[in-house]
């Protein structure tokens, strides 16, 4: 069984450009988690989709945005990158209590 | 507004000794407990999940316990090896429903030959 997939694996933006991330779960698992590991930072929740739905967020502005799909499949869209933005991004999908995380995609703002 | 909080930072042992690895919340009302392994650059292996009514799991060479009123974690590894060397992060879903994992910063283990 495929786990978490997350593409790209790197990105390479410039201040000011959009980025967008996207995310496969776990067939089957209806919620995706984004979370954003900044160097020094530790691993902090974005977002949670849930049905195609945004169940709850994260303490960041609201450049950071997403959707999931009817397939359950999300997209984590940055807006206008800042060099702070530069992170590895997370996802995670469950069925239930436990969660599981993609390889993520390393976001490099330029 | 819950903090987890792991103990030591990063730990070097020889090969073949027993570990421990601590992990320390400030609030009790938690759902479930989850300790992860991360290789450099890389994403996160789920090890090992302690539901708030249980008091331990264990999987190989490992186990997890939980004391919920006191606030702690623990990761034993037994028989420490080359390829245990990693950062272990321990995360914890808190009792209401927000979806998300509250993370520790880490123990960034080195085992050597």
């Known amino acids: ?110 | 507004k819950q903090e987890v909080t792991q103990i030591p930072a990063a730990l070097s042992v020889p090969e073949g000794e027993n570990l421990v690895l601590n992990c320390s919340f400030t609030d009790s009302a938690i759902y479930n407990l989850q300790w992860f392994r991360q290789d450099p650059g890389k994403g996160l292996t789920s090890l090992l999940l302690i539901q708030s009514s249980q008091r331990e799991q264990t999987s190989g060479r490992l186990n997890a316990s939980l004391d919920k009123s006191s606030g702690r974690s623990t990761l034993y590894i037994a028989a420490s090896q080359p390829g245990d060397s990693a950062t272990y992060l321990c995360a914890v879903r808190g009792s209401s429903n927000t979806g998300k994992l509250i993370f520790g910063q880490g123990t960034t283990l080195q085992v050597k030959p």
């Open chain 1, 1 to 110: 069984e495929a786990g978490v997939t997350q593409s790209p694996t790197h990105l390479i933006k410039t201040r000011g450009q959009q980025a967008t991330l996207r995310c496969s779960p776990i067939s089957g698992h209806t919620s995706v988690y984004w979370y954003q590991q900044a160097l020094g930072l530790g691993l902090q929740f974005l977002l949670w989709y849930d049905e195609g739905e945004e169940r709850n967020r994260g303490n960041f502005p609201p450049r950071f945005s997403g959707r999931q799909f009817p397939n359950y499949s999300s997209e984590l869209n940055v807006n206008a990158l800042e060099l702070e933005d530069s992170a590895l991004y997370l996802c995670a999908s469950s069925l239930g209590v436990k969660a599981f995380f993609g390889q993520g995609t390393r976001l490099t703002v330029v």
